[in-house]
């Protein structure tokens, strides 16, 4: 490990590691930095020691990331794992925290692949031991092979919901059911975006397949579902939840006893550090998300920071991959040599693929954009996890006069706990906006400041 | 409330969860292996001393903070189970002035 690269990326999902590989095969001196143990972030998570099992359970997808990895062994880019980014700033030093010291590197080229956290899911009771989230069940059974035991509830709407219903399936998991909260005008608004959906209809047949195994696996479904809460007292005990008014349920109440309640609203942009490092954010109303803004390259709005992958607006893995490559193209050109010419004709390819992956995405986002109500949730409900301020307090501090995330963390510390925001962040804007009746664009989204992990004096001290 | 889905017969580390003993998969995180023993808690919250378990077991939402080893304030879903590894809940963030 050095001090000084010429392209340093952080994240070691698909979107980092094709970067990193392609741009160390084009001669370049690269660096990937990772906090987990082993490349293939989130989605491909431990997969190059994966055992058979785990394939049967995580279905081939899982699989494409093994070869990412194997490309990125290869490559003769560093590989710095075990490693948080706890520090970076708009001179672009990034502090590492590593084996209980703090390390500084800097690089001529900053590629931000941090990829996307599932959306928070504010809800009466999410607090509770025994809510978590999908994601998390999904982390379990690939990086340990551990799967709840007890009655288990899948609540919220997204693929993400149905691929681990699917994947608890294969595994022999028992699940009590699956309460879907996507309001059904929802596919109202995303039928007119399906014709566009056709060439990547791949995904849409995998959708379908697993809801066809969740309905021949017997597991009751509760569609179009409000007002779902987790209640107990010192953990979770029971979901509870309306069925819609109408015909069926007519609005009746479902209270079914749970030990383990898994929650989904898709996922949103990871924005710690690309705001750190000083890149321009915008807000993409079709995609519900805060997103770096960045040029087909993966150029942000600062000239030494790249960003690929999910961190720049909601596109998948195989679509952050293939961003990977283009960016790595760029850095060629701009500090490797390539020339524009064939840069452009490499690119030409990785563009074709690129489009038909991203052609599913607005029937997705429009089909699975969350419920009103886990946007603007109920004031007793709980917005901030680590200093735990509550949807009323946001909305009276609005209300005196607070007109922005910065503000009402000052007021209320939302958004000053170790999490420093990524749990409510979306949430306290979506308030603010709806109280004081202003454009999300306006009210804008929290700061952030370093440390971004806790890190002891003795840490500090050792750098 | 959790369990392994197969017993591969991979090696073990033997860790203390609130001072009781307990043979853990080698390779899993600590977050991963509180679960596993069936605890219900990890942490009381500073605020309303509220009790919390994992909740996205990838870094982002702290919920998870544990004192490994005597050092506080560690995120149990990114620190690997180490063989004799002493795992004990934390408790609020005022630790150090209740000891006073």
């Known amino acids: 490990m050095k001090s000084h690269y010429q392209v340093l990326v952080i994240g070691g999902g698909p979107a980092g590691l094709a970067t990193a590989s392609a741009a160390a095969r084009q001669g370049l001196d690269v660096a990937l930095v990772d906090e987990q143990q082993a490349p293939g972030g989130q989605i491909y998570r431990n997969v190059a020691t994966s055992k058979d099992w785990a394939i049967k359970y995580l279905g081939k997808d899982y699989l494409r990331g093994k070869q990412l990895v194997v490309e990125f062994r290869q490559s003769g880019a560093d590989y710095l794992n075990n490693a948080s980014v706890w520090y970076l700033d708009e001179r672009l030093e990034a502090g590492l925290l590593m084996d209980g010291c703090s390390r500084f590197i800097t690089a001529d080229r900053l590629v931000l692949a941090c990829g996307a956290q599932e959306r928070p899911m504010p809800l009466p009771g999410w607090q509770l031991p025994g809510v978590m989230t999908a994601g998390a069940g999904q982390v379990l059974l690939k990086a340990s092979g551990i799967v709840p035991d007890g009655r288990l509830v899948l609540a919220g709407s997204g693929p993400l919901l149905l691929l681990l219903a699917w994947q608890y399936l294969q595994a022999g998991v028992k699940i009590e059911a699956l309460v879907d909260t996507t309001p059904g005008w929802r596919l109202v608004e995303a039928l007119p975006s399906l014709p566009r959906a056709l060439p990547a209809i791949d995904y849409l047949f995998k959708g379908l397949k697993f809801m066809r195994a969740i309905r021949n696996a017997g597991i009751p479904v509760y569609r179009k579902v409000d007002n779902l809460r987790a209640e107990g007292s010192d953990s979770l005990e029971s979901v509870c939840f309306n069925l819609p008014a109408g015909k069926a349920g007519n609005g009746s109440e479902i209270r079914i006893e749970a030990d383990t309640l898994m929650l989904h609203q898709g996922v949103i942009s990871n924005l710690r550090l690309p705001l750190a490092a000083g890149c321009k954010v915008e807000w993409n109303g079709r995609q519900q998300n805060w997103q770096v803004s960045k040029d087909k390259w993966g150029q942000s709005s600062v000239k030494e920071v790249m960003v690929v992958g999910d961190c720049a607006g909601i596109v998948g893995a195989v679509a952050a991959e293939l961003q990977g490559r283009l960016c790595a193209l760029q850095l060629g050109h701009e500090i490797g040599g390539l020339d524009s010419g064939r840069r452009d004709a490499a690119a030409q390819r990785i563009d074709r693929s690129l489009k038909r992956h991203l052609s599913i995405r607005p029937f997705v986002d429009k089909l699975y954009a969350p419920a009103p109500a886990f946007q603007l949730p109920d004031d007793e409900t709980l917005v901030c996890r680590c200093e735990e301020v509550k949807a009323g307090q946001i909305r009276q501090a609005a209300r005196m006069g607070c007109v922005g995330p910065n503000q009402v963390k000052a007021f209320t510390r939302c958004g000053m706990g170790p999490c420093q925001g990524c749990l409510c962040g979306s949430t306290v804007s979506a308030l603010i906006a709806d109280e004081i009746d202003s454009p999300l664009e306006t009210v804008g989204y929290f700061r952030v400041r370093p440390p971004f992990k806790p890190i002891t004096l003795g840490e500090l001290a050792d750098s | ?100």
Do not use: W
Request: hydrophobic fraction near 40%; charged fraction near 20%.
């Open chain 2, 1 to 100: 409330m959790f369990r392994r889905i197969e017993q591969t017969g991979s090696d073990s580390v033997t860790v203390r969860i609130d001072n009781r003993e307990f043979q853990v998969p080698a390779g899993i995180s600590v977050a991963a292996a509180v679960l596993l023993c069936g605890f219900r808690k990890v942490r009381n919250t500073p605020v309303t001393d509220s009790p919390r378990l994992p909740y996205c077991m990838m870094g982002i939402c702290f919920d998870c903070l544990m004192c490994i080893d005597g050092v506080p304030n560690q995120q149990a879903c990114q620190v690997e189970v180490r063989d004799n590894m002493a795992i004990d809940y934390q408790r609020g963030a005022a630790e150090l002035l209740q000891q006073e």
